[in-house]
């Protein structure tokens, strides 16, 4: 494989995100805009550079040991009965793996692999298509499996079960239904929202999977790869220092380090090391804990509008001027992870880590609730 250094096509690409540029965009946004450079979701010049960084082999993807355990008995039974894989479902927040296991699967089984998402499965003629093509033994991904609508999941169903579509002709009292066979296949289902998943189609999975969020060792290996990838000289003190402010996500890992590498050209420095690494991620407003201006914001809204809580999704989304599905997907899941937001029956509460971290100290009530929920657990 040849691998192009992505700084060529990134730094002359005028769309392109990670450059100075959109640095220069985001510290202009004002504390209204959300800085993308912290996002979990995919943006165009994440898509290029993902061509060279997605893994190529089980062995190449790094942590989720224990899902990769399961995969590497699985595939390697499978394979030894030459029969297809079971249907898998991963499901986590974005950026965490689940697209790049779907092809990792797919390469280890040998298998070709077909790729489409719940909202591109609209009519039925489209997954009929789609179930049409496949051959013995492919790889169905369905992306955001959780979009599907219903007359899409019904489709599916016998093809999953039964390895078998089911076709009306007719309407009426002339209505037939036709049952075609289908080669035997796997669906892998990848969703961010495995609650929104009908019990019927979770339960037609073999194995559901979670992604979890990666540690920092984990985080600093894979920093090292996709600078090696990239040609970037970084030494230990700059991987780590990425590495913790990834938000445990290799999409933003991989994301600081296409920023950071754009910082160093422009000011030519050979080397990553801590100081540039640091510099770097400081231009862009990424904090130590890998928090982004919003992410401080919401805190400080939290703490200072609401009296550190409780205080309900929709009032915290109004006042940040966020809907409250994207402060429940995007920015809250990192928050709690990292123990400064606590969901309660009556609201979101400050911790007191979320004090400190904003250099506040805790009320007496916060260091109770504290306490209090350490003693329950
Ligand atoms: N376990 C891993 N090891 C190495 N790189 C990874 C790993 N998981 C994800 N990545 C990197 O992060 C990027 C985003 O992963 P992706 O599979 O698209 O996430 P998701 O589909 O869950 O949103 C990929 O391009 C890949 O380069
Ligand atoms: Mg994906």
């Given at each position: 494989m040849t691998i192009v250094p992505s700084s060529i096509n990134g730094a002359?690409?005028?769309?392109?995100?990670?450059g100075i540029k959109a640095a220069d965009r985001k510290t202009k946004a004002g504390p209204a805009g959300r800085s993308e450079v912290l996002s979990a979701k995919e943006n165009p010049s994440d898509r290029r550079s993902d061509l060279n960084l997605r893994p190529q082999s089980l062995s190449e993807y790094i942590g989720q040991e224990r899902t990769r355990a399961m995969l590497e008995m699985s595939i390697a039974a499978a394979k030894s009965r030459a029969e297809a894989l079971d249907h898998i479902l991963f499901y986590g927040p974005p950026g965490l793996g689940k697209t790049s296991l779907a092809n990792v699967i797919a390469i280890e089984m040998e298998a070709k692999i077909h790729l489409s998402s719940g909202p591109a499965l609209e009519r039925p003629r489209d997954i009929i298509g789609l179930l049409h093509q496949l051959e013995e033994g492919d790889v169905l991904f369905i992306d955001e499996i959780h979009r599907l609508n219903r007359i899409a999941e019904e489709l599916l169903y016998p093809a999953i079960e039964d390895f078998a579509i089911d076709l009306t002709a007719g309407k009426g009292h002339a209505t037939r239904t036709m049952r075609l066979p289908l080669p035997r296949f796997t669906l892998i289902g990848a969703t961010t929202k495995a609650a929104m998943l009908s019990n019927a189609l979770r339960d037609r999975f073999g194995f559901v999977c979670r992604l979890e969020f990666y540690s920092l060792p984990e985080l600093a290996k894979i920093v090292k790869r996709t600078s090696g990838i990239l040609n970037i000289e970084m030494d230990g003190k700059g991987v780590e220092i990425i590495a913790g402010r990834a938000r445990g996500t290799p999409r933003i890992a991989n994301r600081l380090v296409r920023l950071v590498r754009d910082y160093a050209q422009y000011k030519g420095h050979k080397l990553v090391d801590e100081e540039v690494a640091k510099v770097a991620l400081e231009t862009y407003q990424v904090d130590m804990q890998g928090l982004d201006p919003t992410d401080r914001r919401l805190l400080s809204i939290l703490i200072e509008t609401y009296g550190g809580g409780p205080v309900g999704i929709e009032a915290l989304a109004a006042s940040l001027g966020e809907d409250s599905d994207t402060v429940e997907d995007v920015y809250e899941p990192f928050l709690i992870q990292c123990g400064f937001i606590q969901r309660t029956p009556r609201g979101r509460v400050a911790t007191a880590a979320a004090y400190g971290h904003l250099g506040k100290t805790a009320p007496l009530g916060q260091l109770t609730l504290k306490l209090g929920n350490d003693a329950e657990s």
């Amino acid at each position: 494989m040849t691998i192009v250094p992505s700084s060529i096509n990134g730094a002359i690409d005028p769309d392109d995100e990670s450059g100075i540029k959109a640095a220069d965009r985001k510290t202009k946004a004002g504390p209204a805009g959300r800085s993308e450079v912290l996002s979990a979701k995919e943006n165009p010049s994440d898509r290029r550079s993902d061509l060279n960084l997605r893994p190529q082999s089980l062995s190449e993807y790094i942590g989720q040991e224990r899902t990769r355990a399961m995969l590497e008995m699985s595939i390697a039974a499978a394979k030894s009965r030459a029969e297809a894989l079971d249907h898998i479902l991963f499901y986590g927040p974005p950026g965490l793996g689940k697209t790049s296991l779907a092809n990792v699967i797919a390469i280890e089984m040998e298998a070709k692999i077909h790729l489409s998402s719940g909202p591109a499965l609209e009519r039925p003629r489209d997954i009929i298509g789609l179930l049409h093509q496949l051959e013995e033994g492919d790889v169905l991904f369905i992306d955001e499996i959780h979009r599907l609508n219903r007359i899409a999941e019904e489709l599916l169903y016998p093809a999953i079960e039964d390895f078998a579509i089911d076709l009306t002709a007719g309407k009426g009292h002339a209505t037939r239904t036709m049952r075609l066979p289908l080669p035997r296949f796997t669906l892998i289902g990848a969703t961010t929202k495995a609650a929104m998943l009908s019990n019927a189609l979770r339960d037609r999975f073999g194995f559901v999977c979670r992604l979890e969020f990666y540690s920092l060792p984990e985080l600093a290996k894979i920093v090292k790869r996709t600078s090696g990838i990239l040609n970037i000289e970084m030494d230990g003190k700059g991987v780590e220092i990425i590495a913790g402010r990834a938000r445990g996500t290799p999409r933003i890992a991989n994301r600081l380090v296409r920023l950071v590498r754009d910082y160093a050209q422009y000011k030519g420095h050979k080397l990553v090391d801590e100081e540039v690494a640091k510099v770097a991620l400081e231009t862009y407003q990424v904090d130590m804990q890998g928090l982004d201006p919003t992410d401080r914001r919401l805190l400080s809204i939290l703490i200072e509008t609401y009296g550190g809580g409780p205080v309900g999704i929709e009032a915290l989304a109004a006042s940040l001027g966020e809907d409250s599905d994207t402060v429940e997907d995007v920015y809250e899941p990192f928050l709690i992870q990292c123990g400064f937001i606590q969901r309660t029956p009556r609201g979101r509460v400050a911790t007191a880590a979320a004090y400190g971290h904003l250099g506040k100290t805790a009320p007496l009530g916060q260091l109770t609730l504290k306490l209090g929920n350490d003693a329950e657990s």
